[in-house]
């Protein structure tokens, strides 16, 4: 994945605001969001990747996002799920263990 592609996918990401919702998850789908946005930026701040902690956290991460937003309206929904695609996004140019 073109890191290219990346800064252009997290530009939207925080062009985005936060949905409003109620869920009884809200502060685990904040959590989730604030640590994938965090290996984003030290993804696009290091000319070395990611390393094989971030790729653990960021995987951790999209699996929990799978199980918290099946519940959730349309309008959050899609939000987690550009969230879930810029996650996907690091893994692809994550070092392959």
Same mark, same amino acid.
């Given at each position: 994945?073109?890191?290219?592609?990346?800064?252009?996918?997290?530009?939207?990401?925080?062009?985005?605001?936060?949905?409003?919702?109620?869920?009884?998850?809200?502060?685990?789908?904040?959590?989730?969001?604030?640590?994938?946005?965090?290996?984003?930026?030290?993804?696009?701040?290091?000319?070395? +990747?990611?390393?094989?902690?971030?790729?653990?956290?960021?995987?951790?991460?999209? +699996?929990d996002?799978?199980?918290?937003?099946?519940?959730?309206?349309?309008?959050?929904?899609?939000?987690?799920?550009?969230?879930?695609?810029?996650?996907?996004m690091?893994? +692809?140019?994550?070092?392959?263990?």
């Open positions: 994945m073109e890191r290219s592609m990346i800064a252009t996918a997290w530009e939207q990401h925080c062009a985005d605001e936060w949905p409003q919702f109620s869920s009884p998850h809200q502060g685990q789908l904040m959590t989730i969001d604030t640590v994938i946005s965090g290996c984003v930026v030290y993804f696009l701040d290091s000319s070395e +990747g990611l390393d094989q902690q971030r790729v653990a956290i960021v995987k951790d991460c999209l +699996g996002l799978d199980e918290l937003t099946e519940a959730l309206d349309t309008e959050p929904q899609a939000y987690f799920y550009r969230l879930r695609e810029l996650g996907t690091l893994l +692809g140019d994550a070092p392959q263990s």
